[in-house]
T-cell receptor
Framework: GENVEQHPSTLSVQEGDSAVIKCTYS??????FPWYKQELGKRPQLIID?????GEKKDQRIAVTLNKTAKHFSLHITETQPEDSAVYFC?????????????FGTGTRLQVTL | KAGVTQTPRYLIKTRGQQVTLSCSPI?????VSWYQQTPGQGLQFLFE???????NKGNFPGRFSGRQFSNSRSEMNVSTLELGDSALYLC????????????FGQGTRLTVV
């Protein structure tokens, strides 16, 4: 089945710096790649997603890039702020017939320090 | 519009017991997926239901089962609980299922003692 690896597991940056989280996936059939942010004690929430027919997508300070050939995708956060501190999960989705399932990475704990 | 609701929020059970968790999706959402979240393991897919049918299943033992009702509400059941089943169980609903935004509930924190 699909396997998603995520690095790094922890990341500490200073406020205002950029943060990059990288994920690789194993199944070339994966065609949907969402990123979720989970603050302490809260539910995961989608922050950005990308589909396999797109190489890059931006939403204000957040961007995601996808390299289908290399089977990896990355989350970029610019001008980090303390409220960006959270655990971030990447995921890959394999469409099988009419069903799909999200395979998640193990998460990256981002700490933005003042 | 109300979000995804999971009940109960917290549960403490003894090894060997069984437990049932409930998930009410966002109104109009017909797909419900379940995930187990443990420290270091991230979120692991359990199963997905759409229109009362299980469409996909993860790599969990048969002690983990689920169902979906005609109003799209879903339940998952874990029988013969083990200590290793202690986790946060999250459900997520989507409008149709494949490759659309999944909205998560707050989760049920299960502790097995």
């Amino acid at each position: 089945g699909e396997n998603v690896e995520q690095h790094p597991s922890t990341l500490s940056v200073q406020e205002g710096d950029s943060a990059v989280i990288k994920c690789t996936y194993s199944d070339s059939a994966s065609n949907y790649f969402p990123w979720y942010k989970q603050e302490l004690g809260k539910r995961p929430q989608l922050i950005i997603d990308i589909r396999s027919n797109v190489g890059e997508k931006k939403d204000q300070r957040i961007a995601v890039t996808l390299n289908k050939t290399a089977k990896h995708f990355s989350l970029h956060i610019t001008e980090t702020q303390p409220e960006d501190s959270a655990v971030y999960f990447c995921a890959a989705s394999i469409l099988t017939g009419t069903a799909s399932k999200l395979t998640f990475g193990t998460g990256t704990r981002l700490q933005v320090t003042l | 519009k109300a979000g995804v609701t999971q009940t109960p929020r917290y549960l403490i059970k003894t090894r060997g017991q069984q437990v049932t968790l409930s998930c009410s999706p966002i109104s109009g959402h017909r797909s419900v997926s379940w995930y187990q979240q443990t420290p270091g393991q991230g979120l692991q897919f359990l199963f997905e239901y759409f229109s009362e049918t299980q469409r996909n299943k993860g790599n969990f033992p048969g002690r983990f089962s689920g169902r979906q009702f005609s109003n799209s509400r879903s339940e998952m059941n874990v029988s013969t609980l083990e200590l290793g089943d202690s986790a946060l169980y999250l459900c997520a609903s989507t409008v149709q299922g494949p490759n659309t935004e999944a909205f998560f509930g707050q989760g049920t924190r299960l502790t097995v003692v």
